[in-house]
């Protein structure tokens, strides 16, 4: 879509002239509505698969696809059908002819109307949300909710949403409202704080989650901080007031799946984790030896220019015995060659290539190279790119 190059333009109401020239299909839904700054993926992931395993006609609506468009909008866990979206985008065309200017909508803003739609025509009987950004004037914030959720908060997108935890904890808590239950993870205190203040505020029935998932049960996604995920899934399904039983939660729990999210491939040797801030790169670290011991990785690291590569870089290098600095597929890519210069200091060996692809067709020559594990990281972006090279497919630039 041409509209990607417009960037972002924070408000509601380019969204709510749009959904209302769609006849508002969004108040036709029930959704479950989920903001946060790490694992609010994850969350919605485990939601939709709970309820789909206990027989509900679900919605998903996360962002920003991997490989295929098609991935942001699924119904009952299959991504919209081409035909389908190709019959989306040109109502879109129909209804925002002649506008112009201020009055267009973004590209995030008509593709969560098109999810909407699709949600409305499908006969979804819940709809499982993502915020974009932020959470106050994301355009999934137009949606009735019958719950919501806060995922850990931590500094992202602070050009947008402020330069601390307490701003990003109000801009999170806009999805709030009066009377509507909502789920709170675990959180920093500056965070915790502000949070509770909306909350009070608005007179939001706040459920914080104090336990990860009962050890009885055993999520599909690798990682502790997937059982703190997987307790707010249950806690979300639970206050929105579904009934769902022991054995429901487990299979759906059991089966569900999150491309990028420490993916495992190649018989476990290639690791793919989208961890794109410090507290998601931390994360990373955690798991990592959750999973590997002190066993060290070849890591192909590549991040965005906004998103301060080099302390990334310098979070995840304990667990590297090696570093292949690559571009990501996005015009906001970091230079390679600045980024190596930027953690000379490190002590293991940090090589530059100029294409994904380069770097693990080096690493596909080099005698005995997957023996030791190989994890991607840096952007989900640049999963998305490993994902496409893998299946023959092309990669793109996108700028959300």
């Known amino acids: 879509m041409s509209t990607q190059s417009r960037g972002i333009f924070p408000g509601l109401q380019r969204m709510e002239r749009l959904l209302k020239a769609l006849g508002n299909p969004e108040q036709r839904l029930r959704c479950l509505h989920v903001a946060g700054t790490n694992g609010k993926g994850s969350v919605c992931a485990m939601s939709e698969s709970v309820l789909r395993a206990a027989g509900y006609r679900t919605g998903l609506y996360t962002s920003p696809h991997l490989v295929d468009f098609s991935e942001r909008i699924r119904v009952n866990g299959e991504n919209a059908t081409a035909t389908a979206l190709e019959e989306g985008i040109q109502r879109l065309r129909e209804v925002t002819q002649g506008w112009e200017g201020a009055e267009q909508p973004t590209f995030f803003e008509l593709v969560t109307a098109l999810a909407f739609a699709h949600f409305d025509r499908e006969g979804c009987e819940i709809v499982v949300l993502e915020t974009g950004l932020g959470g106050r004037l994301d355009a999934t914030n137009t949606a009735p909710k019958m719950a919501c959720a806060i995922t850990p908060i931590a500094l992202d997108h602070t050009e947008w949403l402020g330069g601390t935890l307490a701003e990003i904890a109000r801009e999170k808590a806009g999805i709030f409202r009066s009377g509507i239950p909502a789920v709170i993870a675990p959180q920093e205190e500056e965070a915790g704080k502000s949070l509770d203040d909306a909350a009070r505020d608005l007179s939001t029935p706040c459920h914080w989650v104090t336990e990860a998932l009962d050890a009885g049960l055993v999520p599909g996604l690798t990682g502790s901080h997937q059982r703190w995920n997987a307790a707010v899934?249950?806690?979300?399904?639970?206050?929105?007031?579904?009934?769902?039983?022991?054995?429901?939660?487990?299979?759906?729990?059991?089966?569900?799946?999150?491309?990028?999210?420490?993916?495992?491939?190649?018989?476990?040797?290639?690791?793919?984790?989208?961890?794109?801030?410090?507290?998601?790169?931390?994360?990373?670290?955690a798991v990592w030896r959750e999973e590997f011991g002190s066993e060290r990785c070849r890591l192909i690291?590549?991040?965005?220019?906004?998103?301060?590569?080099?302390?990334?870089?310098?979070?995840?290098?304990?667990?590297?015995?090696?570093?292949?600095?690559?571009?990501?597929?996005?015009?906001?890519?970091?230079?390679?060659?600045?980024?190596?210069?930027?953690?000379?200091?490190?002590?293991l060996p940090v090589h530059v290539y100029p294409s994904l692809a380069a770097a693990m067709e080096h690493l596909e020559k080099r005698t005995h190279a997957l023996e030791a594990p190989v994890l991607l990281a840096g952007s989900l972006f640049l999963v998305g790119e490993a994902l496409a090279l893998m299946s023959g497919r092309g990669v793109t630039l996108r700028s959300q």
Do not use: C, Y
């Not at 206050?239 to 999210?261: C, D, K």
């Not at 301060?308 to 890519?333: M, Q, W």
């Open 233 to 285: 899934a249950l806690d979300l399904i639970r206050v929105a007031g579904f009934q769902i039983t022991p054995e429901e939660s487990a299979r759906g729990l059991a089966g569900v799946t999150w491309p990028g999210r420490f993916q495992r491939l190649l018989g476990g040797k290639l690791i793919l984790d989208g961890a794109h801030n410090p507290h998601a790169a931390r994360q990373l670290v």
């Open 301 to 347: 690291f590549g991040a965005l220019m906004d998103k301060d590569p080099s302390s990334l870089l310098r979070i995840l290098a304990p667990v590297a015995n090696e570093v292949l600095v690559v571009p990501v597929a996005s015009a906001r890519s970091a230079d390679p060659k600045l980024l190596a210069q930027s953690v000379t200091d490190l002590p």
